[in-house]
């Protein structure tokens, strides 16, 4: 669930390998016409509630959507390699859904085809983090995905992710699991498609499923989210519960819906929610239960929002990312809002305590789960995974166990030292957002997501180790703990880009109606040409 693992001593994560290009702003998008149909329809258009309206009038089945997306992903999948496994009963579930809606069953995802990332336990299918010391581990559903279930879900099939959600090398690869391979993103085959939630976002851009689940520590969820033009929502800490999802620590990590428009990821998000006894994080989380009342097409009028560029990219290497920052910043002005630009988000002092906090958090956490979730043979402390890893180069590739190996070295999250990184990382974080919301009178910050998609190296991993040209603004809501939201903003030489909208703690519902409204505003999502494939 983490990219940050990647910036060892400092940033190096999520970073973007500038193409020769130039910025396209949000309204000025070129747009493929769409190729996606099912039973006569135009696919990319359709939100979840008008697929639901639609399967109401009988003009549209479940069956008919798990059968157009088991065809794609037998067509596409040996190229994008978003997916790792396919579930054997969804055509069943989607009959089921069927008859349920035939029997007068009302709910908000009933039907809807939905894949979940390969570190959130699944019944009847592995749940591995892309590894092969995992491989056959098939504990029961996640709280999630139970939750997603009982909401009417059909679970398609699991997603790939960068193995062990990014927390094991350096350098890595994002995308790339020993089991699932290396996933490419669908706008132009050979680049990098972020991680670590990589074959969630690609599959969704791809329309391999209509919703996918996503997982972020820091980056995980929102990065290839804005790479593949997508709406990723990583949510407050304790909004959605932890439970079976494998760890990177517990004091960052949180799942989170992944979807094609910024209404499907609220109807995902309301489904997903929920208090859970085994999560006591989520005992203080709001009674909100339908994001989909935020959706606000005149959110923006009236608000002040805050543009933060500093430290997320820098205009000299990066002018068409500039570009894209100017541009939201008008289109944020036309609609209504206040803008505060330039903004500068202090976080820069809490990269070395957060590494040093992930490293010993997830010494802890790996074995916690690996002894409550995986039965006998399977590794139960990281010394077994590093052992794992090290008599299995043919499975587990040419990628090191750097990450593992350091965090095997820490004392655990008891640790002393592993208790200060913690609260100093938490204190500077949560003050960067908190006391900058205050003294600037802010209702969000804007900032970009990710720089334009990097070239796969299977060598020297993402970008080569060059990460001069940072584009990035995950950080400062994934260690306080706080919500974000990325919708598409543009383009750079075809290759999507996103800007997050960030606030303070429990906050989903301003940066939803925020989101929604820049959403409608530019309308900056496009169909990848590979996404428009076999209908």
């Excluded at 579930?93 to 069953?105: E, K, L, N, V, Y």
């Excluded at 906090?357 to 990281?382: N, Q, S, V, W």
Aim: charge should be negative.
């Amino acid at each position: 669930m983490s990219t940050p693992a990647r910036r060892p001593l400092v940033l190096a994560s999520l970073v973007a390998l500038l193409i020769s290009a130039v910025a396209v702003p949000p309204a000025a998008l070129a747009k493929p016409p769409a190729g996606v149909r099912v039973a006569g329809l135009e696919l990319e258009p359709l939100t979840v509630p008008e697929l639901q309206d639609l399967m109401d009038r009988h003009r549209l089945s479940s069956v008919q959507l798990v059968q157009l997306y088991l065809r794609r992903i037998d067509a596409l999948n040996p190229t994008l390699k978003a997916v790792i496994t396919v579930s054997p009963t969804a055509l069943a579930d989607g009959r089921a859904a069927d008859r349920a809606r035939r029997a007068g069953t009302n709910l908000p995802l009933l039907g809807i085809p939905v894949l979940i990332k390969d570190n959130v336990n699944t019944t009847g299918m592995p749940t591995t983090a892309g590894s092969w010391a995992l491989a056959g581990s098939t504990p029961d559903d996640a709280f999630i995905v139970e939750r997603l279930r009982a909401a009417g879900a059909v679970i398609l099939g699991k997603a790939n992710l960068s193995e062990w959600a990014n927390f094991r090398s350096i350098p890595s690869s994002s995308g790339w699991s020993g089991i699932g391979g290396q996933g490419t993103m669908p706008y132009e085959i050979g680049r990098n498609p972020c991680g670590s939630s990589s074959g969630s976002a690609v599959a969704v851009a791809a329309h391999l499923a209509t919703l996918a689940v996503g997982t972020e520590t820091d980056g995980s969820i929102v990065c290839p989210a804005g790479t593949n033009a997508v709406v990723g929502i990583k949510p407050t800490v304790g909004l959605l519960s932890r439970e079976g999802i494998i760890p990177i620590t517990a004091d960052q990590d949180t799942a989170g819906p992944m979807a094609r428009s910024v209404t499907d990821a609220a109807v995902m998000l309301g489904a997903m929610k929920g208090v859970d006894a085994q999560d006591p994080a989520t005992v203080g989380q709001p009674a909100v239960t339908d994001y989909t009342a935020f959706l606000d097409a005149t959110a923006l009028d009236g608000a002040r929002i805050g543009i933060w560029r500093e430290g997320t990219y820098d205009p000299t290497t990066s002018p068409e990312i500039h570009s894209i920052m100017n541009a939201t910043a008008a289109v944020l002005e036309a609609q209504g809002a206040v803008v505060v630009d330039p903004l500068v988000v202090p976080i820069g002092d809490a990269y070395e305590p957060e590494f040093t906090a992930l490293l010993c958090e997830f010494r802890t956490d790996i074995a916690a789960y690996l002894g409550t979730y995986t039965g006998t043979g399977y590794p139960k402390t990281l010394a077994d995974l590093i052992a794992f890893n090290h008599d299995h180069p043919e499975l587990e590739g040419d990628w090191n166990d750097a990450i593992f190996e350091l965090a095997n070295e820490t004392g655990g999250r008891t640790d002393p030292a592993c208790v200060e990184a913690r609260a100093a990382a938490n204190a500077i974080a949560r003050a960067s957002i908190d006391d900058l919301m205050a003294s600037q009178d802010l209702d969000a910050i804007v900032a970009p997501t990710n720089g334009p998609a990097w070239m796969i190296d299977p060598v020297n991993g993402d970008l080569g180790g060059d990460f001069s040209l940072f584009v990035g603004s995950s950080t400062p809501a994934a260690v306080a703990g706080y919500p974000a939201i990325t919708v598409p903003a543009g383009s750079v030489g075809g290759l999507p880009i996103g800007v997050s909208f960030i606030a303070g703690r429990w906050q989903e519902p301003e940066i939803i109606a925020f989101a929604f409204d820049f959403e409608q505003a530019t309308g900056a999502r496009w169909e990848p040409t590979l996404g428009r494939g076999p209908g």
